[in-house]
Protein backbone atom coordinates (compact mmCIF):
# COMPACT_ATOMS: atom_id res chain seq x y z
CA UNK A 1 0.00 0.00 0.00
CA UNK A 2 1.70 3.30 -0.66
CA UNK A 3 1.59 5.25 2.47
CA UNK A 4 1.68 9.34 3.26
CA UNK A 5 3.30 10.71 5.94
CA UNK A 6 4.12 13.53 7.20
CA UNK A 7 7.73 13.76 9.06
CA UNK A 8 7.76 17.17 11.53
CA UNK A 9 11.07 18.07 12.81
CA UNK A 10 12.78 21.44 13.93
CA UNK A 11 15.58 21.28 11.55
CA UNK A 12 16.16 19.38 8.08
CA UNK A 13 19.18 20.28 5.61
CA UNK A 14 19.95 21.86 3.73
CA UNK A 15 17.88 24.33 5.04
CA UNK A 16 18.51 24.53 8.53
CA UNK A 17 20.88 22.58 10.88
CA UNK A 18 22.48 22.97 14.35
CA UNK A 19 22.91 19.07 14.01
CA UNK A 20 22.43 15.31 13.24
CA UNK A 21 18.55 15.72 13.65
CA UNK A 22 18.71 17.91 10.74
CA UNK A 23 20.80 15.50 8.51
CA UNK A 24 18.29 12.61 9.11
CA UNK A 25 15.17 14.88 8.76
CA UNK A 26 16.94 16.20 5.34
CA UNK A 27 17.39 12.52 4.17
CA UNK A 28 14.58 10.77 5.42
CA UNK A 29 11.90 11.23 2.50
CA UNK A 30 14.50 9.88 0.07
CA UNK A 31 15.28 7.33 2.31
CA UNK A 32 11.41 5.93 2.47
CA UNK A 33 10.33 6.46 -0.93
CA UNK A 34 11.73 3.27 -2.42
CA UNK A 35 8.89 1.45 0.20
CA UNK A 36 6.08 3.19 -1.02
CA UNK A 37 6.13 6.28 1.14
CA UNK A 38 5.81 10.13 0.19
CA UNK A 39 6.65 12.03 2.95
CA UNK A 40 6.03 15.13 3.52
CA UNK A 41 8.38 17.73 5.65
CA UNK A 42 6.68 20.43 7.79
CA UNK A 43 9.79 23.15 8.98
CA UNK A 44 9.65 26.12 11.04
CA UNK A 45 9.86 29.12 9.15
CA UNK A 46 13.47 30.51 10.53
CA UNK A 47 14.73 33.46 8.07
CA UNK A 48 17.25 30.99 6.47
CA UNK A 49 14.29 29.02 5.36
CA UNK A 50 12.37 31.10 3.99
CA UNK A 51 14.85 33.17 2.34
CA UNK A 52 15.64 29.65 0.84
CA UNK A 53 12.42 28.73 -0.61
CA UNK A 54 12.22 32.38 -1.81
CA UNK A 55 8.94 33.01 0.33
CA UNK A 56 9.48 36.39 1.92
CA UNK A 57 6.86 38.88 2.68
CA UNK A 58 3.66 36.91 1.89
CA UNK A 59 5.23 34.55 -0.99
CA UNK A 60 4.79 30.97 -1.88
CA UNK A 61 2.05 29.29 -2.26
CA UNK A 62 -0.08 29.76 0.98
CA UNK A 63 -2.19 26.42 1.79
CA UNK A 64 -3.68 27.60 4.80
CA UNK A 65 -4.09 30.50 6.73
CA UNK A 66 -4.68 30.72 11.14
CA UNK A 67 -5.63 33.71 12.48
CA UNK A 68 -4.75 32.84 15.89
CA UNK A 69 -2.28 29.92 16.35
CA UNK A 70 -1.27 29.69 20.21
CA UNK A 71 -2.13 33.47 19.60
CA UNK A 72 -0.30 34.05 16.64
CA UNK A 73 -1.27 35.09 12.85
CA UNK A 74 0.16 32.54 10.62
CA UNK A 75 0.17 30.80 7.35
CA UNK A 76 1.29 27.45 6.15
CA UNK A 77 3.46 27.59 2.61
CA UNK A 78 3.88 25.10 0.38
CA UNK A 79 7.23 24.17 -0.85
CA UNK A 80 10.22 21.72 -2.04
CA UNK A 81 13.08 19.78 0.14
CA UNK A 82 15.42 18.06 -2.09
CA UNK A 83 12.68 17.33 -4.56
CA UNK A 84 9.70 16.39 -2.07
CA UNK A 85 7.42 18.09 -0.63
CA UNK A 86 7.89 20.64 1.89
CA UNK A 87 5.40 22.56 4.15
CA UNK A 88 6.92 25.47 6.38
CA UNK A 89 5.19 26.94 9.02
CA UNK A 90 5.53 30.98 8.76
CA UNK A 91 4.86 32.50 11.76
CA UNK A 92 6.66 35.85 11.54
CA UNK A 93 6.59 36.50 15.92
CA UNK A 94 7.85 32.85 16.67
CA UNK A 95 10.40 32.42 13.56
CA UNK A 96 10.98 35.74 12.14
CA UNK A 97 14.58 36.11 14.80
CA UNK A 98 18.19 36.08 14.93
CA UNK A 99 20.57 33.55 16.10
CA UNK A 100 20.30 29.57 16.19
CA UNK A 101 16.76 28.14 15.99
CA UNK A 102 16.53 27.63 19.58
CA UNK A 103 18.37 30.61 21.10
CA UNK A 104 19.47 34.32 20.59
CA UNK A 105 22.37 35.20 19.26
CA UNK A 106 24.12 35.01 22.52
CA UNK A 107 23.44 31.64 22.88
CA UNK A 108 20.43 32.01 25.63
CA UNK A 109 17.36 29.89 24.65
CA UNK A 110 14.16 31.78 23.69
CA UNK A 111 11.74 32.16 26.64
CA UNK A 112 9.17 30.89 24.69
CA UNK A 113 9.83 27.71 23.11
CA UNK A 114 7.40 26.38 24.79
CA UNK A 115 4.73 28.11 22.42
CA UNK A 116 6.94 28.11 19.15
CA UNK A 117 7.02 24.67 19.73
CA UNK A 118 4.07 23.93 21.07
CA UNK A 119 2.95 25.72 17.52
CA UNK A 120 4.81 23.12 15.42
CA UNK A 121 3.23 20.53 16.81
CA UNK A 122 0.03 21.80 16.59
CA UNK A 123 0.15 22.45 13.09
CA UNK A 124 1.25 19.00 12.20
CA UNK A 125 -1.56 17.63 14.09
CA UNK A 126 -3.94 19.52 12.01
CA UNK A 127 -2.62 19.15 9.22
CA UNK A 128 -1.84 14.77 9.96
CA UNK A 129 -5.74 15.21 10.91
CA UNK A 130 -7.00 16.73 7.79
CA UNK A 131 -7.56 20.11 8.41
CA UNK A 132 -6.02 21.48 5.31
CA UNK A 133 -7.39 19.89 1.95
CA UNK A 134 -5.94 18.27 -0.73
CA UNK A 135 -3.34 17.33 1.67
CA UNK A 136 -4.04 13.51 3.31
CA UNK A 137 -1.80 11.70 5.56
CA UNK A 138 -1.84 8.01 6.85
CA UNK A 139 0.64 8.64 9.52
CA UNK A 140 2.72 11.30 11.73
CA UNK A 141 6.31 11.40 12.68
CA UNK A 142 7.57 13.29 15.12
CA UNK A 143 11.06 14.26 15.59
CA UNK A 144 12.38 15.22 19.10
CA UNK A 145 11.11 17.06 21.68
CA UNK A 146 10.54 20.34 19.46
CA UNK A 147 7.73 18.29 17.71
CA UNK A 148 6.98 15.88 20.25
CA UNK A 149 3.40 18.02 20.87
CA UNK A 150 2.18 16.76 17.30
CA UNK A 151 1.32 13.82 18.51
CA UNK A 152 -0.08 14.84 21.98
CA UNK A 153 -2.52 17.28 20.14
CA UNK A 154 -3.48 14.08 17.80
CA UNK A 155 -4.55 12.22 20.61
CA UNK A 156 -6.31 14.80 22.85
CA UNK A 157 -7.27 17.53 20.85
CA UNK A 158 -7.44 16.65 16.90
CA UNK A 159 -9.13 18.50 14.55
CA UNK A 160 -12.76 18.10 14.15
CA UNK A 161 -14.08 14.81 12.18
CA UNK A 162 -10.17 13.78 11.57
CA UNK A 163 -9.74 10.03 11.63
CA UNK A 164 -7.56 8.33 13.77
CA UNK A 165 -4.16 8.57 12.64
CA UNK A 166 -1.72 6.57 14.16
CA UNK A 167 2.01 8.22 14.69
CA UNK A 168 6.03 7.72 15.04
CA UNK A 169 8.25 9.65 18.13
CA UNK A 170 11.59 9.29 17.43
CA UNK A 171 13.67 10.38 20.27
CA UNK A 172 17.45 11.57 18.74
CA UNK A 173 18.52 12.56 22.16
CA UNK A 174 17.01 11.81 25.59
CA UNK A 175 19.22 14.67 27.28
CA UNK A 176 16.61 16.90 25.71
CA UNK A 177 13.23 16.92 26.47
CA UNK A 178 11.16 20.11 26.49
CA UNK A 179 10.54 20.31 30.03
CA UNK A 180 8.50 23.40 30.75
CA UNK A 181 6.38 25.25 33.82
CA UNK A 182 2.95 23.86 34.68
CA UNK A 183 1.68 27.74 34.09
CA UNK A 184 1.89 26.59 30.62
CA UNK A 185 -0.93 23.65 30.17
CA UNK A 186 -3.75 26.48 29.79
CA UNK A 187 -2.07 28.08 27.17
CA UNK A 188 -1.53 24.71 25.14
CA UNK A 189 -5.43 24.42 24.63
CA UNK A 190 -5.06 20.80 25.23
CA UNK A 191 -8.21 19.55 27.35
CA UNK A 192 -8.03 19.13 31.17
CA UNK A 193 -8.19 15.15 30.37
CA UNK A 194 -4.51 15.94 28.94
CA UNK A 195 -3.21 16.88 32.35
CA UNK A 196 -2.13 13.36 33.97
CA UNK A 197 0.39 11.38 33.92
CA UNK A 198 -0.88 9.40 30.75
CA UNK A 199 -0.49 12.75 28.84
CA UNK A 200 1.22 15.92 29.25
CA UNK A 201 2.05 16.25 32.64
CA UNK A 202 5.81 15.52 33.65
CA UNK A 203 7.23 16.08 37.32
CA UNK A 204 4.21 18.84 38.18
CA UNK A 205 5.25 20.46 34.87
CA UNK A 206 4.63 20.22 31.23
CA UNK A 207 7.03 17.29 29.56
CA UNK A 208 7.12 17.73 25.74
CA UNK A 209 8.92 14.45 24.56
CA UNK A 210 7.30 12.63 27.84
CA UNK A 211 4.21 13.85 26.37
CA UNK A 212 4.75 12.22 23.12
CA UNK A 213 6.24 9.08 24.00
CA UNK A 214 3.10 8.45 25.63
CA UNK A 215 0.44 9.81 22.55
CA UNK A 216 2.61 8.15 19.67
CA UNK A 217 1.59 4.72 18.51
CA UNK A 218 5.17 3.91 18.48
CA UNK A 219 8.35 5.07 19.81
CA UNK A 220 11.88 4.59 18.35
CA UNK A 221 15.74 5.89 18.88
CA UNK A 222 18.41 5.61 16.49
CA UNK A 223 20.30 2.82 17.53
CA UNK A 224 19.24 -0.07 18.99
CA UNK A 225 22.25 -0.12 21.58
CA UNK A 226 20.59 3.28 22.88
CA UNK A 227 17.24 2.08 22.52
CA UNK A 228 18.45 -0.31 25.07
CA UNK A 229 20.48 1.61 26.83
CA UNK A 230 17.62 4.23 27.67
CA UNK A 231 15.96 1.89 30.01
CA UNK A 232 18.36 2.51 32.34
CA UNK A 233 18.52 5.99 34.60
CA UNK A 234 21.99 6.82 33.81
CA UNK A 235 20.88 7.21 30.04
CA UNK A 236 16.93 7.41 30.30
CA UNK A 237 17.87 10.53 32.30
CA UNK A 238 13.70 10.57 34.08
CA UNK A 239 11.99 9.00 30.89
CA UNK A 240 13.26 5.50 31.39
CA UNK A 241 10.05 4.49 33.22
CA UNK A 242 8.17 4.68 30.02
CA UNK A 243 10.70 3.38 28.19
CA UNK A 244 10.14 0.26 29.61
CA UNK A 245 6.63 0.82 30.56
CA UNK A 246 6.45 0.33 26.33
CA UNK A 247 8.46 -2.71 26.25
CA UNK A 248 9.15 -3.98 22.26
CA UNK A 249 7.50 -1.04 20.32
CA UNK A 250 10.45 1.00 21.65
CA UNK A 251 13.13 0.31 18.79
CA UNK A 252 16.12 1.49 17.55
CA UNK A 253 16.56 2.58 13.67
CA UNK A 254 20.10 2.90 13.06
CA UNK A 255 20.82 6.28 10.93
CA UNK A 256 21.91 6.28 7.27
CA UNK A 257 24.17 8.73 5.31
CA UNK A 258 22.95 10.84 2.26
CA UNK A 259 25.75 9.02 0.09
CA UNK A 260 25.51 11.36 -2.67
CA UNK A 261 26.33 14.40 -0.24
CA UNK A 262 28.80 12.19 1.78
CA UNK A 263 31.13 9.93 -0.82
CA UNK A 264 34.83 10.45 -1.35
CA UNK A 265 35.08 9.69 -4.79
CA UNK A 266 32.46 12.59 -6.22
CA UNK A 267 32.90 15.41 -3.17
CA UNK A 268 33.88 18.96 -4.13
CA UNK A 269 35.11 19.83 -0.91
CA UNK A 270 38.21 17.67 -1.12
CA UNK A 271 41.46 18.48 -2.87
CA UNK A 272 41.52 15.43 -4.13
CA UNK A 273 39.04 12.43 -4.58
CA UNK A 274 39.95 8.99 -4.08
CA UNK A 275 38.01 5.74 -3.61
CA UNK A 276 39.00 2.36 -1.16
CA UNK A 277 41.28 1.60 -4.01
CA UNK A 278 43.39 4.23 -4.52
CA UNK A 279 43.37 5.42 -1.21
CA UNK A 280 47.72 7.00 -1.17
CA UNK A 281 45.45 9.80 -3.13
CA UNK A 282 44.23 11.17 0.06
CA UNK A 283 47.95 12.38 1.07
CA UNK A 284 46.77 15.80 -1.01
CA UNK A 285 43.96 16.21 1.36
CA UNK A 286 46.24 15.60 4.63
CA UNK A 287 48.81 17.94 2.91
CA UNK A 288 45.43 20.95 2.81
CA UNK A 289 44.52 19.89 5.91
CA UNK A 290 47.76 20.71 7.41
CA UNK A 291 47.90 24.17 6.12
CA UNK A 292 44.22 24.72 6.72
CA UNK A 293 45.05 24.44 10.50
CA UNK A 294 48.54 25.23 10.22
CA UNK A 295 50.41 21.76 11.28
CA UNK A 296 53.41 20.75 10.69
CA UNK A 297 53.74 19.15 8.01
CA UNK A 298 54.72 15.12 8.91
CA UNK A 299 53.96 11.43 8.14
CA UNK A 300 52.49 10.68 11.66
CA UNK A 301 48.50 10.71 12.21
CA UNK A 302 46.36 13.20 12.32
CA UNK A 303 43.50 13.08 14.36
CA UNK A 304 40.21 15.17 13.63
CA UNK A 305 36.97 15.71 15.82
CA UNK A 306 34.25 17.52 14.15
CA UNK A 307 31.51 18.07 17.12
CA UNK A 308 29.38 19.93 19.29
CA UNK A 309 32.01 20.79 22.26
CA UNK A 310 29.93 19.82 25.71
CA UNK A 311 30.07 17.21 27.98
CA UNK A 312 27.77 14.59 25.90
CA UNK A 313 30.69 14.32 23.56
CA UNK A 314 33.56 13.97 26.12
CA UNK A 315 35.38 16.52 25.11
CA UNK A 316 36.68 17.27 28.22
CA UNK A 317 38.35 14.41 29.02
CA UNK A 318 40.04 14.62 25.42
CA UNK A 319 41.59 17.75 26.88
CA UNK A 320 43.25 16.03 29.60
CA UNK A 321 44.37 13.50 26.94
CA UNK A 322 45.95 15.94 24.33
CA UNK A 323 49.32 15.68 25.91
CA UNK A 324 49.35 12.28 25.62
CA UNK A 325 48.00 12.70 22.17
CA UNK A 326 51.14 15.05 20.75
CA UNK A 327 53.48 13.02 22.84
CA UNK A 328 53.43 9.95 21.10
CA UNK A 329 53.71 11.64 17.58
CA UNK A 330 49.90 12.44 16.97
CA UNK A 331 48.40 15.90 15.66
CA UNK A 332 44.94 17.33 16.03
CA UNK A 333 42.55 19.32 13.83
CA UNK A 334 39.37 20.19 15.71
CA UNK A 335 36.36 21.78 13.79
CA UNK A 336 33.37 22.85 16.98
CA UNK A 337 31.66 25.09 19.00
CA UNK A 338 29.58 24.61 22.21
CA UNK A 339 30.32 25.03 25.71
CA UNK A 340 33.01 28.62 25.97
CA UNK A 341 34.45 26.93 28.88
CA UNK A 342 35.45 23.75 26.40
CA UNK A 343 35.96 25.86 23.66
CA UNK A 344 38.80 28.22 25.88
CA UNK A 345 40.56 25.28 27.47
CA UNK A 346 40.68 24.02 23.31
CA UNK A 347 42.64 27.09 22.06
CA UNK A 348 44.88 27.31 24.86
CA UNK A 349 45.59 23.65 24.30
CA UNK A 350 46.58 24.82 20.81
CA UNK A 351 48.75 27.68 22.12
CA UNK A 352 50.56 25.28 23.73
CA UNK A 353 51.47 22.45 21.13
CA UNK A 354 52.01 25.10 18.19
CA UNK A 355 52.19 22.89 15.03
CA UNK A 356 50.72 20.01 16.74
CA UNK A 357 47.26 20.86 17.19
CA UNK A 358 44.87 23.13 15.11
CA UNK A 359 41.89 24.60 16.32
CA UNK A 360 38.35 25.54 14.86
CA UNK A 361 35.34 27.24 16.90
CA UNK A 362 32.76 27.08 14.54
CA UNK A 363 30.31 25.98 12.25
CA UNK A 364 31.78 24.95 8.70
CA UNK A 365 29.96 22.29 6.56
CA UNK A 366 32.65 22.26 3.33
CA UNK A 367 35.96 22.03 6.17
CA UNK A 368 34.17 19.31 7.57
CA UNK A 369 34.06 17.37 4.57
CA UNK A 370 37.68 18.43 4.05
CA UNK A 371 38.65 16.92 7.60
CA UNK A 372 36.55 13.49 6.93
CA UNK A 373 38.47 13.25 3.57
CA UNK A 374 42.61 14.40 4.74
CA UNK A 375 42.42 13.03 8.40
CA UNK A 376 43.85 9.68 9.61
CA UNK A 377 41.54 8.87 12.28
CA UNK A 378 38.33 10.87 13.84
CA UNK A 379 37.93 10.89 17.89
CA UNK A 380 34.37 10.34 19.12
CA UNK A 381 34.48 10.01 22.80
CA UNK A 382 31.18 10.75 23.64
CA UNK A 383 29.42 9.56 27.12
CA UNK A 384 26.42 8.74 25.19
CA UNK A 385 25.39 9.04 21.66
CA UNK A 386 22.15 8.26 20.47
CA UNK A 387 23.80 7.18 16.53
CA UNK A 388 26.45 9.62 15.45
CA UNK A 389 27.05 10.61 12.22
CA UNK A 390 30.54 11.72 12.43
CA UNK A 391 31.52 8.40 12.83
CA UNK A 392 29.70 7.00 10.02
CA UNK A 393 31.31 9.87 7.51
CA UNK A 394 34.69 8.84 8.48
CA UNK A 395 33.73 4.86 7.86
CA UNK A 396 32.49 5.85 4.54
CA UNK A 397 36.29 8.69 3.70
CA UNK A 398 38.55 5.67 5.27
CA UNK A 399 39.10 8.34 8.24
CA UNK A 400 39.42 5.42 10.87
CA UNK A 401 36.85 5.86 14.01
CA UNK A 402 38.24 6.01 17.54
CA UNK A 403 34.67 5.59 19.03
CA UNK A 404 33.80 5.29 22.97
CA UNK A 405 31.27 1.93 23.02
CA UNK A 406 27.75 3.56 23.82
CA UNK A 407 24.68 3.95 21.70
CA UNK A 408 24.97 3.94 17.77
CA UNK A 409 28.79 3.92 18.22
CA UNK A 410 28.87 0.89 19.62
CA UNK A 411 26.60 -0.50 16.50
CA UNK A 412 28.29 1.41 13.54
CA UNK A 413 32.12 0.22 14.49
CA UNK A 414 33.74 -3.19 14.72
CA UNK A 415 37.08 -2.74 17.07
CA UNK A 416 39.97 -4.37 15.35
CA UNK A 417 40.75 -6.61 18.11
CA UNK A 418 42.76 -9.78 16.92
CA UNK A 419 39.32 -11.92 16.17
CA UNK A 420 38.19 -8.97 13.93
CA UNK A 421 41.69 -8.42 12.04
CA UNK A 422 41.58 -12.42 11.53
CA UNK A 423 38.59 -12.25 10.16
CA UNK A 424 39.23 -8.95 8.08
CA UNK A 425 36.67 -7.34 9.71
CA UNK A 426 37.76 -4.39 11.95
CA UNK A 427 36.65 -0.70 10.54
CA UNK A 428 38.33 1.30 14.12
CA UNK A 429 38.99 1.35 17.43
CA UNK A 430 36.11 0.87 20.44
CA UNK A 431 37.28 2.13 23.84
CA UNK A 432 35.00 1.20 27.25
CA UNK A 433 34.24 4.17 29.83
CA UNK A 434 34.77 7.47 29.01
CA UNK A 435 37.90 8.28 31.00
CA UNK A 436 41.41 9.69 30.63
CA UNK A 437 43.09 5.93 30.70
CA UNK A 438 40.30 4.43 28.60
CA UNK A 439 40.84 7.05 25.68
CA UNK A 440 44.59 7.25 25.67
CA UNK A 441 44.69 3.48 25.50
CA UNK A 442 42.80 3.76 22.64
CA UNK A 443 44.44 6.77 21.23
CA UNK A 444 47.63 4.86 21.79
CA UNK A 445 46.24 1.85 20.03
CA UNK A 446 45.57 3.91 17.21
CA UNK A 447 49.01 5.19 16.53
CA UNK A 448 50.06 1.44 16.78
CA UNK A 449 47.89 0.13 14.03
CA UNK A 450 49.09 3.35 12.09
CA UNK A 451 52.46 2.26 11.58
CA UNK A 452 51.60 -0.84 10.32
CA UNK A 453 50.33 0.44 7.33
CA UNK A 454 48.79 -2.94 5.65
CA UNK A 455 46.72 -3.45 8.73
CA UNK A 456 45.43 0.15 8.47
CA UNK A 457 45.05 0.41 4.85
CA UNK A 458 42.76 -3.07 5.40
CA UNK A 459 41.02 -1.59 8.22
CA UNK A 460 40.31 1.47 6.44
CA UNK A 461 38.84 -0.71 3.65
CA UNK A 462 36.60 -2.58 5.50
CA UNK A 463 35.19 0.90 6.62
CA UNK A 464 34.79 2.33 3.27
CA UNK A 465 33.30 -1.13 1.92
CA UNK A 466 30.57 -0.94 4.51
CA UNK A 467 27.09 0.26 3.52
CA UNK A 468 26.23 2.93 5.86
CA UNK A 469 23.37 4.05 2.73
CA UNK A 470 19.75 4.39 4.15
CA UNK A 471 18.16 1.63 2.07
CA UNK A 472 17.96 -0.68 5.31
CA UNK A 473 16.53 1.84 7.55
CA UNK A 474 14.47 3.27 5.16
CA UNK A 475 13.13 -0.04 5.10
CA UNK A 476 12.82 -0.61 8.74
CA UNK A 477 10.69 2.88 9.09
CA UNK A 478 8.77 2.15 6.17
CA UNK A 479 7.90 -1.19 7.38
CA UNK A 480 6.65 0.47 10.83
CA UNK A 481 4.52 2.90 9.19
CA UNK A 482 3.08 0.02 7.43
CA UNK A 483 2.58 -2.16 10.28
CA UNK A 484 0.56 0.68 12.64
CA UNK A 485 -1.29 2.03 9.34
CA UNK A 486 -2.58 -1.65 9.10
CA UNK A 487 -3.26 -1.51 12.94
CA UNK A 488 -5.51 1.19 13.12
CA UNK A 489 -7.69 0.65 10.13
P1 LIG B 1 24.88 15.56 17.21
O1 LIG B 1 23.65 15.61 16.40
O2 LIG B 1 24.68 14.97 18.57
O3 LIG B 1 25.61 16.85 17.28
P2 LIG B 1 25.87 13.75 15.12
O4 LIG B 1 27.17 13.06 15.00
O5 LIG B 1 24.65 12.95 14.95
O6 LIG B 1 25.90 14.51 16.52
O7 LIG B 1 25.74 14.89 14.03
C1 LIG B 1 26.54 16.01 13.98
C2 LIG B 1 26.43 16.61 12.59
O8 LIG B 1 26.83 17.96 12.64
C3 LIG B 1 27.34 15.94 11.58
O9 LIG B 1 26.77 16.08 10.29
C4 LIG B 1 28.63 16.77 11.70
O10 LIG B 1 29.43 16.70 10.56
C5 LIG B 1 28.03 18.14 11.91
N1 LIG B 1 28.86 19.08 12.67
C6 LIG B 1 29.03 19.13 14.02
N2 LIG B 1 29.80 20.17 14.37
C7 LIG B 1 30.14 20.79 13.21
C8 LIG B 1 30.91 21.96 12.90
N3 LIG B 1 31.49 22.69 13.87
N4 LIG B 1 31.03 22.31 11.60
C9 LIG B 1 30.44 21.57 10.63
N5 LIG B 1 29.69 20.48 10.86
C10 LIG B 1 29.54 20.10 12.13
C1 LIG C 1 21.19 13.57 18.03
C2 LIG C 1 22.20 12.61 18.65
C3 LIG C 1 23.10 11.93 17.63
C4 LIG C 1 22.30 11.45 16.44
C5 LIG C 1 21.48 12.59 15.86
C6 LIG C 1 20.64 12.17 14.66
O1 LIG C 1 21.69 14.82 17.84
O2 LIG C 1 23.01 13.28 19.63
O3 LIG C 1 23.75 10.83 18.23
O4 LIG C 1 23.15 10.93 15.44
O5 LIG C 1 20.61 13.09 16.83
O6 LIG C 1 19.77 11.11 14.96
Not at 11 to 20: M, R, S
Request: charged share 20%; with cysteine; aromatic share 8%.
Amino acid sequence: MKLSVLSVASEAVPLVKTGGLADVAGALPAAVAPYGVAMTTLLPGYPAVMQAIGAKRNGGRTLHSYNSLLGEPARLVAAKLGGHPLIVLDAPNFFARPGSPYGDPAGKDWADNWRRYAALGRVAADLAGGAVKGRKFDLLHAHDWQAAMAPAYLRFAPVAKSRAVPSVMTIHNMAFQGHFGREIFGQLGLPKAAWSIEGVEYHKGVGFLKAGMEAASAVTTVSPTYAGEIRDPEFGMGLEGIITSRGDQVRGIVNGIDTAEWNPESDEALAANYSARTLAKRVANKRALEMVFGLEKGDGPIFIVVSRLTWQKGMDVLLEVIDHLVGIGGRLALLGSGDPAIEEDFRAAALRHPGRIGIRIGYDEALAHRMQGGGDAILVPSRFEPCGLTQLYGLAYGCVPVVARTGGLADTVIDANLAATAAGAGTGIQFAGVNYRALAMAVSRAVALYHQPDVWKAIQRNGMKADFSWSRSGKAYADLYQQLVAASR
